[in-house]
Every structure is written in structure tokens, then in C-alpha cells.
């Protein structure tokens, strides 16, 4: 296999993942998904934006594990060990990520030749293109600082009636869209 071709879950390999967890299959099922709910608990807990994606990779890195024919003697202890480096992963591309996305917007207000109130009112009119409901939310997002932040958004997703994920999900797509907009209209206005 080359290093440019991704490897993907096998039904041989989730199978050897199975047996790992248990000799009786319906047990081992249950293991497996009690295994991979605390896995979602923990990606969400630490922040990662998408826990189901990274509790797959994680799984199917120790699939894929077994599958080579790797021994491994306490499963669940290894699963999460592989999950502590897919932590670090996951955080550190959400970090380039927002990176990315703040970084242009920002230069862009910052070589715009208006003033501060064309920046402002770029902004009040991306926030007015936004339907209501994805207003509320992004604005209830970032409102507060510090430690506000974390109870803040989890009170908002609970209002809301989302989970945490969904709603860091949600709020990192509309802060793309608001970035868009922002970038178009700050061009327009430096014309």
C-alpha cells in the first residue's frame, strides 16, 4: 500500500476487532458500542468538531491494527491511546483550520482603506443576510469571553435543543459563510 492510498475499514478487520472484544459476538457488539460512545463523549468533551468522525478513525486505526496482525493484549487501553494521538490530530487541523478562516478576513478589514464603520457595517449586513435562527446562533456563540465562553455555548446548545458538537458545527460553518461575506463586501467597498 502506498502512502497516498487511504486505507478503509475492512469487514475482516472489524471482524478481528470484534473477537478482540469478546468471544460471544452480541457481547462483543454491545462492547464495541458502549466502546464507541465513550469515544464520542471524549472527542466531544475535548473540543474536536467532528467526535463521530474522529471516534471512526480512531476505531479503524486499530482495525486496521489487528488486520496487519499486530498483537495487541488490552484492546480498550490501546484504543485509547490511539485516540489520544487522533485528539491531538484533530485539534491541531481545527486549529490550522480557524486559522485559515480568521486570518483572511482580518487582512482583509486590515487593508481596507475605510474606515472602521464601512467594516462595521459590512458586518451588519452579512449578519442581516443570515436567516434569524443562524444569527441568534452565531451571535450567542461568540458572545462573552474567557471562561463565559464554554458555559455560555453549552447553555445556548441546550436552549437551542442541539448538542455541544452540533452547535461548535454549526457555528464554525456560519462563521465561513460570514467570512465570505465579509471578504466580498470589503472588496466592494474598496473599489
Request: aromatic share 6%.
Amino acid at each position: 500500500m502506498t502512502s497516498s492510498t487511504r486505507w478503509s475499514l475492512t469487514e475482516d478487520a472489524f471482524e478481528r476487532l470484534l473477537e478482540r472484544l469478546g468471544p460471544d459476538r452480541e457481547a462483543a457488539g454491545e462492547r464495541y458500542e458502549a466502546l464507541r460512545a465513550r469515544l464520542v463523549d471524549y472527542f466531544d468533551w475535548k473540543g474536536v468538531l467532528r467526535p463521530d468522525a474522529a471516534c471512526d478513525e480512531t476505531l479503524d486505526r486499530v482495525a486496521r491494527r489487528l488486520e496487519e496482525g499486530e498483537a495487541i493484549q488490552r484492546v480498550e487501553a490501546y484504543v485509547h491511546g490511539v485516540a489520544r494521538y487522533v485528539l491531538l490530530e484533530s485539534l491541531r487541523q481545527q486549529t490550522r483550520e480557524q486559522q485559515d478562516s480568521a486570518s483572511v478576513p482580518l487582512e482583509l478589514i486590515a487593508q481596507t482603506k475605510g474606515d472602521e464603520e464601512v467594516r462595521i457595517e459590512c458586518l451588519t449586513r452579512c449578519l442581516q443576510e443570515l436567516a434569524a435562527a443562524d444569527r441568534e446562533l452565531i451571535i450567542g456563540y461568540y458572545e462573552g469571553a474567557g471562561d463565559v465562553h464554554l458555559s455560555g455555548r453549552k447553555r445556548l446548545a441546550t436552549r437551542l435543543g442541539i448538542s455541544y458538537a452540533t452547535l461548535k458545527t454549526r457555528a464554525h460553518r456560519l462563521r465561513n459563510r460570514l467570512d465570505a461575506c465579509l471578504r466580498g463586501c470589503l472588496e466592494e467597498s474598496d473599489r
